[in-house]
Each structure stands twice: as C-alpha cells, then as structure tokens.
C-alpha cells in the first residue's frame, strides 16, 4: 500500500484503487496534474482496510479503476463501493473495457461519477470538480412558454430483452432528430421511463436529479415551469428527463401521472421519444395508446422470441393497438450473411410478426460512444449503426413534415 507516496504532502484527500494502478498510468498523471502529492494509491483488499483508519477521514473521493479482469470482482468492487459512501467519500469509476452490464451494477451500487479510460482530455479534473461540489450541473432546460400548443409526435422505444439495443436507438433516434433539419431544426424531448434502470442518463453523461421524482410523484400539481425544471438540456439541441436519482418502484406513478406527463411533452415539442422499461407495467397501455410509433427491439436469439411472443400476445388480450407496433432487429445479420437473413425470416414468421427494421452491429464503437456520453453521430459519425439511425430519422421527419403540411 502506498498511501504517502510523497513525504511532503500533509493530506490524502483522495487515492486510487486498483488492481494494479501500473495499469493505468494516465490516470496517474492525470491525478497528480489534478491533485499534486495530495493522494495516494490502494489495492482493494487494503481500501477496505483503510477506510475504518482515521486518516480516511480526509478522504473526499476514490478513483476506483477496473478493466475487464476485474469483472469477476464484482462482489468486492460492490462492497468497495458501499463502504466507501458510508464513510461519506464519493466514488469516481475509471474502466477500460468492461461490459455496459458490468459498468452499471457499480454504478446502481452507489458510484458517483463514471470516467472511460484511457482517459479524455479534462474528464477527471471536471468529474473531480463535480464530486467535490464545484462544478456546475447541465442548465435545465430554457422555460417553457405556457401558450406553446404543439402536437408533438410520441416515438416509443421498448427493449422486448436486456441488451437488445433499446436505450441507444432512443438517444440516437432523439438526437438525429433534433438535428434533422439545419433551417428549422425541430424540438425533441427524450423522457427516460424506465425508473429502476434507465441509462439515458449514462450515455448522455447527464446527472440523474431529485427533482424528477418531486415532480412525477406530484403530476396533479405539475405546470410548465416544474415540468421545465425536471429536464435539462443536452448540448443545446434537445431536452432530457432523466430516470430519478434513486431506484423507485414502477408503480410509483399511474396512468393519470404519465397521461399528464405525456400530455405537457407533446404541447411543448415536436418529438417526444420515450425510453420504456422492458416490464410491462400498469401505465404501458397508456403510452402505448398515445404513441405514434412504438419499436420493439428484439435480437436473433430464443429468449428476445419468447419474449416478443409474450409481448404478442399480451396486448391481443387486452385488445390493445398492437398494429403501432414496429419490430427492429438489432444486431441484424449483413446483407451477405444468407443464413442469418433466413433466421431473421423464420423467426418472423413463426411469431407472426413483420420485422420492420434490421439494425446492423455497431461493434465496439456503440459503447464507448454511449461511455463518453456522445451519440454515434458525435463519436462515430460513419458507423453503420448510426446511419440506419439517421436515415429512419430523416423518414419519420419527413413523415411528420408532410403530415402536419397536409393538415
């Protein structure tokens, strides 16, 4: 253990954890460019140790590095964690590589902060400064004008199965739409209602705030300056409501709270594109009823089949719009891949289903895009992912466009 590695600094305020910090010499450097001699370094076995040490009094923060050796840890990284924000020090992640699974187990345990590494220019002076209290958060979004009458576009995204791509079409879909026209570019609001695991937040590296759950646990009350007040504004170009800070129960809004909710989006912006839980919940009737255009992602394997089956026939029971509904294959075999075309065609067939989209691997690129918090067309503006993205935006806007010309 290292905890002195300069004799003459009079505090450790921080320190790195790591298997081994050799692994990650930038963050070495970037820790002694942002702090001096004022840290110092830990295994994980002596973090633990360390902070029932009185001199862990001083500490304000952890950088907690991992890649992915470490992610059969996760049990210890766990308790890390959790000893670490009992004792009142902040957590700031620094992962190479790892799974997204991975990285947001750590970070629904309590972390506060999340750093890709090798690290970007700035990022862990700015995630210190924002541990510490220093930095400001996003602005909320500008205010509302109470006499705004749009009839905004309700766009759904539901992943039918973890992993299938669900969360990054709704980001990358709100953004190419809020970039879809340069001369009239339209207003998208992306509200993440998936309120246990949204990760809207983490891919836009927004930070999840108190005042959306003061504002969905009172809809009744909610005008356009508190509806205002609960999103915050992504690079200028479109607004976000981001899952709450803490896991809440599904059912902790109802039917009425999210008609009220989807009712202010849409008189306020042109798009609407909602992030929705995988669970089927008691309000998913409602956004369904209300959406224009509602994607289910599923991907080429049994259980997104199963679970499209499930899917299929819940809302046949309940004599639900199921013809709103539009499959996306994410994942999709190439084009040259003919057995992978054939799978995709036989499984829907014997779900009875059209799959509308097929979307290409994005490959590697897609996760550490959503890990900068940058969509594709920022991070990687040529991957293939992205381009079906953009060109399905440009559809629905066109669609849109000319929908509300004719009317």
Known sequence: M???????????????????????????????????????????????????????????????????????????????????????????????????????????????????????????????????????????????????????AVIVVHGLAGGTGATTLAVNLGWELATADKDAAPSVCILDLDLQYGAVATCLDLPRREVVYDMLSDTESMDDEAFGQSLLTYQDRMQVLTAPADMLPLDIVTSDDVTRLLDMARRHFDYVVIDMPSTLVSWSETVLTAAHIYFATVELDMRSAQNALRFKRALQSEDLPAEKLRY???????????????????????????IDLQMPDGGKPVTQGADHGLPLAQSAAKNPLRREIAKLAASIHALNTKDVKAA
């Open 2 to 152: 290292s905890m002195t590695p300069h004799q003459d600094a009079p505090l450790i305020i921080a320190c790195t954890v790591s298997r081994d910090v050799q692994n990650f010499d930038l963050l070495i450097e970037d820790m002694e460019f942002a702090l001096g001699e004022s840290w110092g370094d830990l295994g994980f076995a002596e973090a633990l140790a360390f902070f029932e040490q009185p001199d862990a009094q001083a500490l304000e923060f952890i950088a907690l590095a991992l890649d992915e050796a470490d992610e059969t840890n996760l049990t210890l990284l766990s308790e890390i964690i959790a000893q670490a924000k009992a004792h009142g020090i902040k957590v700031i992640l620094i992962a190479e590589d790892v799974t997204t699974g991975f990285l947001h187990a750590l970070l629904r345990q309590g972390a506060d902060e999340f750093v890709p590494y090798p690290l970007p220019e700035n990022e862990l002076r700015e995630a210190i400064d924002r541990v510490r209290g220093r930095d400001e958060i996003p602005a909320p979004a500008p205010a509302l004008q109470s006499s705004a009458q749009k009839e905004g």
């Open 328 to 354: 996306v294959m994410n994942r999709a075999p190439k084009f040259t891949d003919l057995s992978g075309k054939a799978r995709v065609k036989r499984m829907a067939d014997g779900l009875g289903i059209s």
